[in-house]
C-alpha cells in the first residue's frame, strides 16, 4: 500500500495475507479429481471389475461416465454445503473437457489412462489458481481502520473504521489450531459481516384422475442470522492468528467512546440546536422594528410629578426595557443555555478518576523538573 492512499495521520500496523493452508476447501476439491481419476484407472484396469469396463463399442465409455458420475453427484454436494453453484460448474466443465477431447481425438480405447492423466493436470492448474487467489488477498490494519483487498479479475475492496465495528467474530479449524492460523471478521453497526443459514423441508402429495388433478404442498424453514462473509470481505487465515486478533480488538477498544464522551458530544449537539434557535430569533427580530426605544421614549416622557422616588423609576424603566429588549422566545433560550452550562460543568467535575490522577502525576512531573 502506498503513502498517498493512507489518511492523514494514518501509520500502518499490520500488512496480512492468508496462510498457504486457509483455503485448504477449494484445495480439497482439487485432490478429490486427483484421487477419484487414480481410483478409476485402477478400477478399470487392474481391479476385479476390470472385466465390466472392457469389451467394444458403448463399454469403451464406461470409465468416463463412473468418472463423471459421481464427479457431478461430489459437485452437487460441495454446491450446497458451500452453497456455491460455482463449484458444481467447474466439475461439470472438467467434465464436459474430458468428455470433449476423448471424442476428438479418438482415445475411447485408453479411456482410463486419459482420465487419470487429464485429472492430475486439471488439478494442478487448479492449485495454481487457488494459489493466485490467495495471493490476491491483501489485509492492512492500520491505526484508524482495517483495509481488505482481493478478487483476480475483479479487484474487491472494503474499508471499515473501528468505531463502526460493533462484534467480532474469530474462529480457528483443526488446521488452524494445528498451524496457528485462523479468521477474523469484524460485524460492524449495519449488520455487515452477517449471514444466514437456512434450512428448509417440504413434502406434496399429488391425487388425479383423467379429468383434474389435486396437487398438495407443505413446508416450513428456518433461518438464523451468523457472522459470515467472503474471504476478501474478512480477515481470513491471517497468521498469526492470537496475536492479529489481539492487536484488533485493542484498536477496537481505543476507539469506543466513554460514557463521559457520550455526554459531551450530547451536550455539544444541545449547544449547535441553541444556537440556531438564537440566530433565528435574531433574524427575526432585525427584520422587525425594535420595541425597546418606543419603550423608553414612553418612560421618559412621563410627568415627573408621580410618587415614585427617582430610585424606583430607575428599576421600573430598566425592568421594562429588558423585558421588551429581550422577548419571551430570547429568554427561554438564555436560560436553557444557562442550564445546559450547568449541567455541563457539573459532568466535567464529575470525569473519570483516571484522568485526574494522570493530570496530577503530570503536574508533579513539571515541578520536580522545574526545581
Not at 467434465?95 to 488439478?123: K, P
Not at 402429495?205 to 467472503?230: H, N, Y
Request: charged content about 25%.
Amino acid at each position: 500500500m502506498e503513502k498517498k492512499d493512507l489518511l492523514k495521520n494514518e501509520q500502518i500496523e499490520r500488512l496480512l495475507s492468508p496462510h498457504p493452508l486457509s483455503f485448504m476447501k477449494l484445495q480439497a476439491l482439487c485432490i478429490f479429481v486427483i484421487v477419484w481419476g487414480i481410483v478409476v484407472w485402477w478400477l478399470t484396469e487392474f481391479s476385479s471389475y476390470a472385466t465390466i469396463f472392457s469389451g467394444n463399442g458403448v463399454a469403451l465409455w464406461y470409465p468416463l461416465m463412473l468418472w463423471g458420475l459421481v464427479l457431478l453427484l461430489v459437485g452437487v454436494v460441495a454446491w450446497l454445503v458451500a452453497i456455491r453453484l460455482s463449484i458444481f460448474l467447474l466439475y461439470l466443465a472438467v467434465f464436459a473437457g474430458a468428455f470433449g477431447l476423448i471424442y476428438w481425438q479418438h482415445w475411447e480405447n485408453n479411456t482410463s489412462l486419459f482420465i487419470m492423466v487429464y485429472s492430475v493436470a486439471v488439478s494442478i492448474v487448479g492449485f495454481l489458481i487457488i494459489e493466485l487467489y490467495r495471493r490476491s488477498h491483501k489485509y492492512i490494519i492500520t491505526n484508524l481502520r482495517i483495509i481488505f483487498k482481493g478478487g483476480v479479475l475483479t479487484k474487491r475492496e472494503r474499508t471499515i473504521r473501528y468505531d463502526k465495528i460493533a462484534d467480532i467474530d474469530a474462529k480457528q479449524g483443526i488446521l488452524g489450531q494445528i498451524f496457528g492460523f485462523g479468521t477474523i471478521i469484524p460485524v460492524s453497526q449495519s449488520g455487515f459481516g452477517l449471514g444466514s443459514d437456512k434450512s428448509f423441508a417440504a413434502g406434496g402429495v399429488e391425487l388425479g384422475t383423467k379429468k383434474a388433478k389435486l396437487f398438495g404442498f407443505a413446508g416450513g424453514g428456518k433461518e438464523i442470522q451468523t457472522p459470515i462473509a467472503r474471504s476478501y470481505y474478512e480477515l481470513h487465515g491471517v497468521y498469526p492468528y492470537k496475536d492479529v486478533k489481539q492487536l484488533v480488538e485493542g484498536l477496537v477498544q481505543t476507539h469506543v467512546p466513554t460514557q463521559y464522551q457520550k455526554e459531551q458530544v450530547e451536550f455539544q449537539k444541545q449547544q449547535v440546536d441553541i444556537q440556531t434557535q438564537m440566530r433565528d430569533l435574531l433574524h427575526k427580530q432585525v427584520r422587525e422594528k425594535p420595541r425597546g426605544k418606543a419603550v423608553k421614549q414612553t418612560i421618559e416622557e412621563e410627568e415627573p410629578g408621580e410618587e415614585q422616588n427617582e430610585d424606583e423609576e430607575k428599576i421600573v424603566m430598566k425592568k421594562t426595557i429588558a423585558e421588551d429588549a429581550f422577548p419571551p422566545e430570547q429568554v427561554d433560550i438564555q436560560k436553557q443555555m444557562k442550564e445546559l452550562l450547568k449541567k455541563q460543568k457539573t459532568v466535567r467535575v464529575a470525569e473519570p478518576e483516571e484522568e485526574d490522577v494522570e493530570e496530577e502525576d503530570e503536574d508533579k512531573e513539571e515541578g520536580k523538573e522545574v526545581a
